[in-house]
């Protein structure tokens, strides 16, 4: 009993530094204010990916982008084909959602849809939210529309939550020293989707320290799949994209 009695206490301690302990105030203030400054130096992200995973129904793929994201709520994404034309072809500028899909596995070529909580993109029956993929490219969590904002720390792990519009709830980890994104994940549990990024390979280019694999992890109603996103050419910042960029037009 004597010997159970000077072991619980630290396992106690043990079990209680496991945990993620929550701040206020001041610190947490500084804290989001460190991650906003940081996300304020990269305001746009051109690219070109490689995308390897595994998809809904177990197969193997492997695909290439070319990728544009810009805050606040801007993406033009265009997947290429065997021959290095456009595939498939999406962009939001945060009011609309439009689309070509020169596949023929759609109904129509062209597809256009209001941004709400039920106008998810749909590439390959995997469905997600525009703003959800910007800000994982773009490594930002979107401070100034997130609500319940909590803050907590276990060790040097920093973890900031909040919810954002149309039922979204994000969790975001970052390294406290270097303030690097480690993890971010999008969920909805009313819609049943999610979507986590882990960032890997950190290196420095055009001055700013960014991940060049993002590891991704998705699920909704169709299944889930995982995939490995490399950056095999990274522009940050770099000459303003016009926003009408982002808005397709049917011709």
């Known amino acids: 009993m004597r010997i159970l009695l000077l072991v619980l206490p630290v396992l106690l301690v043990c079990a209680c530094s496991s945990r993620y302990v929550r701040i206020s105030g001041f610190r947490a203030e500084n ?3 460190d991650i906003a400054e940081r996300q304020h130096k990269i305001e746009q992200v051109k690219a070109v990916l490689d995308i390897r995973g595994t998809g809904l ?7 290439r982008a070319d990728l544009i994201a810009k805050n606040p709520h801007f993406l033009l994404l265009s997947l290429r084909s065997f021959f290095d034309t456009p595939a498939l072809m ?4 945060g009011q609309y959602l ?3 899909d020169f596949t023929g596995q759609s109904k129509t070529t062209y597809q256009k849809a209001v941004i709400g909580v039920d106008s998810l993109a749909k590439i390959f029956d995997w469905q997600f939210h525009p703003a959800a993929l910007i800000s994982i490219v773009l490594g930002c969590f979107p401070l100034n529309q997130a609500k319940d904002l909590e803050v ?14 149309f039922a979204w709830h994000i969790t975001a980890l970052y390294d406290q020293k270097s303030m690097n994104l480690k993890e971010i994940t999008w969920q909805n549990h009313s819609l049943k989707i999610s979507l986590c990024a882990q960032y890997r ?9 960014r991940a060049q694999l993002l590891v991704v992890k998705s699920t909704n109603p169709g299944g889930s799949l995982a995939f490995d996103l490399r950056f095999t050419d ?6 303003p994209i016009l926003p009408d960029t982002f808005y397709l037009h049917p011709h």
């Not at 999406?90 to 500028?93: E, F, G, P, Q, T």
């Not at 390979?201 to 320290?209: A, K, P, S």
């Not at 990274?234 to 000459?239: A, K, R, T, V």
């Open 31 to 33: 804290l989001l204010h």
């Open 57 to 63: 129904i177990g197969q193997l793929f492997h695909e």
């Open 90 to 93: 999406l962009a939001s500028n």
């Open 98 to 100: 439009t689309m070509f």
């Open 152 to 165: 907590s720390l276990r060790g040097e792990l920093l973890r900031v939550t909040g919810d954002q519009a």
């Open 201 to 209: 390979e950190y290196r420095l280019i055009d001055g700013h320290e």
């Open 234 to 239: 990274l522009e940050i910042n770099g000459s």
